[in-house]
């Protein structure tokens, strides 16, 4: 059974520092991993997507990489700032014949303080 | 171009209740999926629909829970009779099928309280 794990479960830095957010899940059989940001209140936000395949995705200061053989992505934000308060969840998509839907880790509430 | 929406934003009502949550999704969307977070927990998948089509409802909890699609539009989730610990956020997302990078969209959910 998959699951996902995100650690920490919550994080409160400076504004500008460099930061990492962790994931990691049980089995590497997946089809992808996103990313998702979610403001309270709102629904979820997808940051970034990275297909099994890939190693890497970028989108402007945020970078995802996958090591699936390992079980684990990190979500890299550069330059912090307070607008990047949120939370950001990961999720992972199952191989392609267990369907679309996606399993996700708790999150990580980030805090990023002026 | 309006995104996912749900309807209502929240729901509060008493134990042995019924409940019907509504999502539209993006128009062109033929996938849809119920997802929910209870307190203190992730988020875990409900159902899926691809147009009327139930693909997957594995994650429905118990027989308390009706999902339907018909005519492969909007969808509906009822509850009922309500219990407790059916208290969470309940959240619709749509993607287009046969897409290989799929993104699913998400609406903002709606809250239910069971008192």
């Known amino acids: 059974k998959q699951e996902v794990t995100q650690i920490p479960a919550a994080l409160s830095v400076p504004e500008g520092e460099n930061l990492v957010l962790n994931c990691s899940f049980t089995d590497s059989a997946i089809y992808n991993l996103q990313w998702f940001r979610q403001d309270p209140g709102k629904g979820l936000t997808s940051l970034l997507l990275?297909?099994?395949?890939?190693r890497e995705q970028t989108s402007g200061r945020l970078n995802a990489s996958l090591d699936k053989s390992s079980g684990r992505s990190t979500l890299y934000i550069a330059a912090s700032q307070p607008g990047d308060s949120a939370t950001y969840l990961c999720a992972v998509r199952p191989d392609w014949n267990q369907g679309g839907k996606l399993i996700f880790g708790q999150g990580t509430e980030l805090s990023v303080k002026p | 171009e309006a995104g996912v929406t749900q309807f209502p934003s929240h729901s509060v009502i008493e134990k042995g209740q019924t409940v019907t949550l509504r999502c539209d999704p993006i128009s062109g969307h033929d996938n849809l999926y119920w997802y929910r977070r209870v307190m203190g927990k992730e988020i875990k998948f409900l159902l899926h629909?691809?147009?009327?089509?139930?693909?997957?409802e594995s994650g429905m909890p118990n027989n308390r829970f009706l999902a339907e699609r018909t005519g492969g539009t909007y969808s509906t989730l009822k509850v009922q009779p309500a219990e407790l610990e059916d208290s969470g956020v309940y959240f619709c997302?749509?993607?287009?099928?046969?897409?290989?990078?799929?993104?699913?969209?998400f609406g903002p959910g709606t809250r239910l309280l069971v008192l």
């Open positions: 629909f691809v147009k009327e089509s139930k693909q997957d």
């Open positions: 990275i297909q099994s395949s890939q």
């Open positions: 997302a749509s993607s287009q099928v046969y897409v290989s990078q799929e993104t699913q969209y």
